[in-house]
């Protein structure tokens, strides 16, 4: 089992519509969470962070971290074709002892006009 | 806002060259990261460093070093570069650990 996975899409959405990403992780101590947007050829930028549960808002963006059941999402409102992108999740992983994170593989994004 | 900068966004080197990949940033941050991308494998971690002098390896260290002599500075070395090496190589930082990463804008590297 990877320590974070993500559906790697592409996740198809009309404009306007609710985009929901979901990533799962296996290591019950983690504490920090992540996701990260990045367009093609660029990289990675920090949009949201989590670090309790429930759900956290900033403009369109909804970060939602169950802990319990070991999953963080993030929802896009009103999605827009300039969110196409792909989305990455990062999560620390208490386990490894490691002091970096662990990145997921990414879900795709496509918002059709 | 921080600024993390890698030397070179495209670079071509032959296998059994050695190559090195520069990373600054202006942050003062104590923490500085390699990554390496890959279509389907997501960012698979290489090395990183807590300190000044101070390196940990992460996930794939194998065929890398690093050199960490400033604070502001962290070099990754491809000791001899061999085709499964070509990759996009990310460099980056945050003042503490398991805290939000800031990317450099990537270096592409082409190994022929």
């Known amino acids: 089992q990877k320590e974070v996975e993500q559906n790697s899409g592409p996740l198809s959405v009309p404009e306007g519509a609710i985009a929901s990403l979901n990533c799962t992780y296996s290591?019950?101590?983690?504490?920090?969470f992540f996701w990260y947007r990045q367009y093609s050829g660029k990289s990675p930028e920090l949009i949201m962070f989590?670090?309790?549960?429930g759900d956290k808002e900033d403009g369109r963006f909804t970060a939602q971290l169950n802990k319990a059941s070991q999953y963080v999402s993030l929802l896009i409102r009103d999605s827009q074709p300039s969110d196409s992108a792909t989305y990455l999740c990062?999560?620390?992983?208490?386990?490894?002892?490691?002091?970096?994170?662990?990145f997921g593989s990414g879900t795709r994004l496509q918002v059709q006009p | 806002d921080v600024k993390v900068t890698q030397s070179s966004r495209y670079l071509v080197k032959r296998t059994g060259e050695k190559v090195f990949l520069e990373c600054v940033q202006d942050?003062?941050?104590?923490?500085m990261f390699w990554y390496r991308q890959d279509p389907g494998l997501g960012l698979r971690l290489i090395y990183f460093?807590?300190?000044?002098?101070?390196?940990e390896k992460g996930d794939i260290p194998e065929g890398y070093s690093v050199s960490r002599e400033k604070k502001e500075r962290f070099s990754l070395i491809l000791e001899s570069a061999s085709t499964n090496q070509t990759s996009m190589y990310l460099c980056?930082?945050?003042?503490?650990?398991?805290?939000?990463?800031?990317f450099g804008s990537g270096t592409q590297l082409s190994v022929l």
């Open positions: 980056a930082s945050s003042k503490y650990s398991n805290e939000k990463l800031f």
């Open positions: 290591d019950r101590g983690s504490q920090s």
């Open positions: 989590i670090y309790s549960n």
């Open positions: 990062a999560v620390n992983v208490e386990g490894t002892g490691r002091r970096a994170l662990t």
């Open positions: 942050m003062d941050h104590e923490n």
């Open positions: 460093s807590y300190d000044v002098k101070m390196k």
